[in-house]
């Protein structure tokens, strides 16, 4: 299966709101056990533009997050998408709603720390 390049290359600024979206997905210790959150943040803001909440991680997960943040924010063509390379990432249903909405897939090649930004940035 084709993945993307790592178009962000560890560069963590945007220059303005809706240019460069994060998504990683995490475990949160609730009153219901734990759960899977996966998160869209947007890197200029650091806010959360859209999330989603399962106790499985399955590819719908990530999508509703996705949907969420773009039903919400009305992306221009062009913004920059960037996650690992998880099976929920790398679905075609996910990469072909990111190419719907006309932003560009990036995808980091085996370091961790470039999604744990997401987390670490939300969180903070």
Not at 73 to 98: E, N
Request: aromatic share 8%.
């Amino acid at each position: 299966m084709p993945l993307a390049p790592n178009l962000l290359d560890r560069q963590f600024e945007a220059p303005a709101p809706n240019r460069t979206w994060l998504a990683d997905i995490t475990s949160v210790a609730t009153s219901e056990g734990w759960l899977y959150l996966a998160v869209v943040l947007d890197l200029f803001s650091r806010r959360v533009v859209g999330w989603s909440m399962s106790d499985t991680m399955p590819q719908e997960l990530t999508l509703a997050a996705l949907q969420m943040a773009i039903t919400n924010r009305r992306p221009a063509p062009g913004l920059l998408h960037h996650s690992d390379r998880g099976s929920q990432y790398a679905s075609h249903a996910y990469r072909q709603l990111l190419a719907d909405t006309g932003m560009l897939c990036s995808m980091s090649k085996g370091n961790c720390w470039d999604c744990e930004y997401t987390v670490a940035a939300w969180k903070a």
